[in-house]
T-cell receptor
Framework: KQEVTQIPAALSVPEGENLVLNCSFT??????LQWFRQDPGKGLTSLLL?????REQTSGRLNASLDKSSGRSTLYIAASQPGDSATYLC??????????FGAGTILRVKS | ETGVTQTPRHLVMGMTNKKSLKCEQH?????MYWYKQSAKKPLELMFV???????ENNSVPSRFSPECPNSSHLFLHLHTLQPEDSALYLC???????????????FGPGTRLTVL
């Protein structure tokens, strides 16, 4: 059974810092790995999707990498801003379009 | 806006009530999903519909009954719920029905359900 773990559970950084969020998964037979952002009480906003054949994806200040063999993905946020404060979720897609989510990392960027 | 809408956004119901959650996607997608997000637990997949046919039921109690009348609409019918069913219920859709590396899921804003 696929298990997804995210470290750290919470992170507080000053504005302007570069930061890395970690995600690990136990079964490497995935179709893709997706990173989402969730603001309090809201739905999920898709940030990046890395296909299983890809190593990384970039969007603006965000860069996500994927290492299937080691079961790891990282989300790198450059020059963090207070507006980046949210919960970040990673999810591994399995056969049958099933997304298995981690518990998330709560990020707070202080101004 | 992700192109996936959910109504109502908030719902309070008693354990003997019957209510329904509605999800609509305006993206022309072929697969739709229900997820449950409880406090301090990861998001859990409840149901998967592919071209209006249910293809996955993650051992969800029968007090939750999904309905997918067409590829744009998805309902979750609720009856005799328990207080522990209080959670954020999220709907999602994706373009493709089968496994595909680029099959991205788009989520609605969710319905915050409280069962008294």
């Amino acid at each position: 059974k696929q298990e997804v773990t995210q470290i750290p559970a919470a992170l507080s950084v000053p504005e302007g810092e570069n930061l890395v969020l970690n995600c690990s998964f136990t079964d490497s037979a995935i179709y893709n790995l997706q990173w989402f952002r969730q603001d309090p009480g809201k739905g999920l906003t898709s940030l990046l999707l890395i296909q299983s054949s890809q190593r990384e994806q970039t969007s603006g200040r965000l860069n996500a990498s994927l290492d299937k063999s080691s079961g790891r993905s990282t989300l790198y946020i450059a020059a963090s801003q207070p507006g980046d404060s949210a919960t970040y979720l990673c999810a591994a897609m399995e056969y049958g379009n099933k997304l298995v989510f981690g518990a998330g990392t709560i990020l707070r960027v202080k101004s | 806006e992700t192109g996936v809408t959910q109504t109502p956004r908030h719902l309070v119901m008693g354990m003997t009530n019957k209510k329904s959650l509605k999800c609509e996607q305006h993206l022309g997608h072929n697969a739709m999903y229900w997820y449950k997000q409880s406090a301090k637990k990861p998001l859990e997949l409840m149901f998967v519909y592919s071209l209006e046919e249910r293809v996955e039921n993650n051992s969800v109690p029968s007090r939750f009954s999904p309905e997918c009348p067409n590829s744009s609409h998805l309902f979750l019918h609720l009856h005799t719920l328990q207080p522990e069913d209080s959670a954020l219920y999220l709907c999602a859709s994706s373009p493709q029905t089968g496994g595909a590396r680029n099959n991205e899921q788009f989520f609605g804003p969710g319905t915050r359900l409280t069962v008294l």
